[in-house]
């Protein structure tokens, strides 16, 4: 890239951090938090006990190293001191696992790893772990019968559902996914027990995808848009459509109302029986960036509202819900940025969920 569509880009940026500066200071419904302490894109959050909690992260490509690195972060946000505070590493880095939580237990699945030899692409792996935020320790479990990065998990009765992902295509002996490879979206579906630490197929997600979120309303688990192809935005597309899966009879249906906005990389969370749904990525021929679309899906109605706007677009970030407020941590205001200019983002919020209801 030439030093004059370096300066363009650079200036373009100053001037994008300039103008939303004055935007900053809004008013509820959003609330300034404290920002994460190493910002960082491909984090995942996830809320326990009252408290945030942000894991992953990754480095981005440098001349030096053309390979991206898995952070590994562990960090807890506390809402009622807003501060935070640093935790074990994970014993595997990876980056764009799947998180679930039960009974105050933190459960992680899946991922990607970074390749053995210097250069760059994405290895999937199938690792378990449950952390236990108590004591700040980490558990193995029974590795993933599906090994898989980018997918998503709920909670329903006790066990955990790990659904869709990608990885690389079968026949394939090479483990590493690059952008212009013969990797694809995957539909496993598998239920894990945490009781027996054990796991077993289930139904697979009618639409194979990843980068999706699931949540789990009255028995019922909905997974949301995400992207249909590879797991890269680049040579992927994203999609709309919502599916419910139900345990008790390990069936799926297609009726549920599409999002109103079609996106990848997205956080979703539960409140009141609503499931919110915030951020996230797009790309196509004509443009690339992040989402500052916040929308609700009540399953009792079978439609979505448009609620007020987050400050900033925001993709490959940290969101969950604890308490009465949907945290948005970390990640990028873009999908795709020149190497050098990742824009880790330090400036967090929360959304006041309550205001949704009146």
């Avoid at 480095?59 to 001191?81: F, N």
């Avoid at 949907?326 to 880790?344: K, R």
Wanted: aromatic share 10%; with cysteine; hydrophobic share 40%.
């Amino acid at each position: 890239m030439s030093r004059w569509r370096q300066g363009r880009i650079l200036a373009a940026l100053l001037m994008f951090t300039a103008c939303s500066t004055a935007v900053w200071a809004q008013t509820a419904p959003y609330h300034k938090v404290a920002p994460f302490p190493e910002p960082a894109e491909e984090v995942l959050g996830i809320g326990a006990n009252g408290k945030v909690y942000v894991f992953a992260g990754l480095d981005e490509v440098t001349p030096t190293e053309p390979r991206q690195i898995p952070k590994g972060l562990v960090y807890e946000y506390d809402p009622a001191r807003d501060a935070w505070t640093k935790k074990k590493k994970m014993p595997v880095p990876a980056h764009h696992i799947a998180l679930a939580e039960l009974n105050g237990k933190i459960y992680v699945f899946g991922g990607f790893k970074a390749p053995d030899e210097k250069k760059f692409g994405w290895v999937p792996i199938n690792n378990s772990w449950e952390y236990d935020p108590g004591q700040d320790s980490w558990k193995a479990l029974k590795a993933m019968p599906t090994t898989r990065g980018s997918a998503a998990a709920a909670v329903v009765e006790g066990k955990i559902y790990v659904i869709g992902g990608g990885g690389q295509a079968s026949g394939v002996a090479d483990p590493v996914l690059v952008p212009d490879g013969s990797n694809r979206s995957l539909s496993a579906n598998e239920e894990y027990d945490p009781a027996s630490d054990s796991w077993r197929e289930r139904a697979p997600l009618p639409t194979a995808r990843n980068h999706t979120a699931a949540a789990a309303v009255n028995g019922k688990i909905y997974v949301i848009g995400g992207r249909i192809g590879a797991p890269f935005i680049g040579t992927s597309r994203n999609t709309d459509i919502v599916e419910t899966y139900d345990p008790a009879t390990d069936r799926w249906s297609v009726g549920a109302a599409f999002m109103p906005t079609a996106r990848s990389g997205h956080a979703a969370g539960v409140y009141k029986g609503r499931i919110f749904v915030a951020g996230g990525e797009q790309r196509d021929r004509r443009m690339v960036g992040g989402y500052i679309t916040m929308e609700a899906y009540d399953p009792a109605t079978n439609s979505w509202n448009s609620l007020p706007s987050m400050t900033w677009p925001r993709g490959g970030f940290a969101g969950a819900i604890a308490g009465n407020r949907f945290y948005m941590m970390g990640g990028t205001v873009q999908a795709i940025i020149p190497p050098g200019m990742d824009l880790g983002m330090s400036l967090d919020e929360a959304y006041d969920l309550d205001s949704a209801f009146k």
